[in-house]
């Protein structure tokens, strides 16, 4: 059975890419930092729809506790096909004047620092040259890599974009090695993220600015990384899809 671990599996488009990823026959990884309920929900939620699963608790930003959940996924015996990098962290809207060096750096160590990590410890087991047997990496970015969220968070749309090019660089430094490396950057989508910068309301308000007028849900990001990880997708590598609704 391949194995899929999803970093902030236990939420919003992580929690909507386990249950997809469990659907199609995906042995699952939820990974999560703090809310442990909401990650053993989503373990309960694939059993009693007869999928597989099991949750691990890491700090992705904390290179020890990376490791273990790696070898806690090596301990069950899991053979590791697919990571999909979506654990993601934003703070206060605020203008570049409010920065702290301390939250920039949180920012990074998460969503960048965090993601590497992964990568590395995901390579070493899929890597052909490693003995592995291959396998597929998604890259949940952001269209704020694009934009840059002037006056909302530079510092989260900086490591976006940190993250577009840990996409592309890993697909070439990998595509020998019989692993692909794609992401997806997500416009405005239904989660609990927008409140975490103060605006909970935020998909409603920018929904007239998106070309197909609404916001997005959880489940049409995770059908994008379901396809990138996919065997539908077995020649894209280095490719980033922009689920964002036209924007
Ligand atoms: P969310 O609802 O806030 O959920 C975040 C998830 O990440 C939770 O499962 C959380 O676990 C986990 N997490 C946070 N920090 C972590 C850490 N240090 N280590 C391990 N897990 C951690 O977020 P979301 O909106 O679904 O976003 C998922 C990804 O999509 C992020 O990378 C985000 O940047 C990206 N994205 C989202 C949108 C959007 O509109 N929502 C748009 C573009 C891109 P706990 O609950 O245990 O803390």
Same mark, same amino acid.
């Given at each position: 059975?391949?194995?899929?671990?999803?970093?902030?599996?236990?939420?919003?488009?992580?929690?909507?890419?386990?249950?997809?990823?469990?659907?199609?026959?995906?042995?699952? !990884?939820? %990974?999560?930092?703090?809310?442990?309920?909401?990650?053993?929900?989503?373990?309960?939620?694939?059993?009693?729809?007869?999928?597989?699963?099991?949750?691990?608790?890491?700090? /992705?930003?904390?290179?020890?506790?990376?490791?273990?959940?790696?070898?806690?996924?090596?301990?069950?015996?899991?053979?590791?096909?697919?990571?999909?990098? %979506?654990?993601? /962290?934003?703070?206060?809207?605020?203008? /570049?004047?409010?920065?702290?060096?301390?939250?920039?750096?949180?920012?990074?160590?998460?969503?960048?620092?965090?993601?590497?990590?992964?990568?590395?410890?995901?390579?070493?087991?899929?890597?052909?040259?490693?003995?592995?047997?291959?396998? !597929?990496?998604? %890259?949940?970015?952001?269209?704020? !890599?694009?934009?840059?969220?002037?006056?909302?968070?530079?510092?989260?749309?900086?490591?976006?974009? !940190?993250?577009?090019?840990?996409?592309?660089?890993?697909?070439?430094?990998?595509?020998?090695?019989?692993?692909?490396?794609?992401?997806?950057?997500?416009?405005?989508?239904?989660?609990?993220?927008?409140?975490?910068?103060?605006?909970?309301?935020?998909?409603?308000?920018?929904?007239?600015? /998106?070309?197909?007028?609404?916001?997005?849900?959880?489940?049409?990001?995770?059908?994008?990384?379901?396809?990138?990880?996919?065997?539908?997708?077995?020649?894209?590598?280095?490719?980033?899809?922009?689920?964002?609704?036209?924007?």
């Amino acid at each position: 059975m391949k194995t899929a671990l999803v970093t902030g599996g236990s939420r919003g488009i992580g929690r909507a890419t386990a249950l997809l990823l469990a659907q199609q026959g995906y042995q699952v !990884a939820v %990974n999560y930092h703090q809310r442990e309920a909401a990650a053993s929900e989503v373990v309960t939620l694939i059993h009693q729809r007869g999928g597989k699963a099991f949750s691990v608790q890491a700090d /992705i930003a904390d290179e020890e506790q990376v490791v273990t959940m790696f070898r806690t996924l090596d301990r069950h015996g899991a053979v590791l096909h697919a990571l999909v990098n %979506n654990a993601g /962290i934003l703070f206060q809207q605020a203008g /570049i004047e409010e920065l702290s060096a301390e939250r920039i750096n949180r920012v990074f160590a998460t969503n960048v620092t965090g993601a590497f990590l992964c990568c590395r410890e995901a390579v070493k087991r899929m890597s052909l040259r490693h003995g592995g047997q291959g396998g !597929a990496i998604v %890259n949940v970015s952001s269209a704020a !890599a694009r934009s840059g969220a002037p006056h909302e968070y530079i510092d989260y749309a900086a490591s976006k974009g !940190a993250m577009d090019t840990l996409t592309k660089g890993l697909s070439l430094e990998v595509a020998a090695q019989g692993i692909r490396v794609n992401g997806v950057r997500p416009g405005f989508i239904y989660t609990d993220m927008h409140a975490d910068g103060g605006e909970a309301g935020r998909v409603d308000r920018m929904a007239p600015t /998106i070309p197909l007028q609404r916001g997005g849900e959880p489940e049409e990001i995770a059908q994008a990384i379901l396809w990138l990880l996919s065997d539908a997708a077995s020649y894209i590598t280095g490719s980033i899809i922009d689920a964002a609704g036209g924007r």
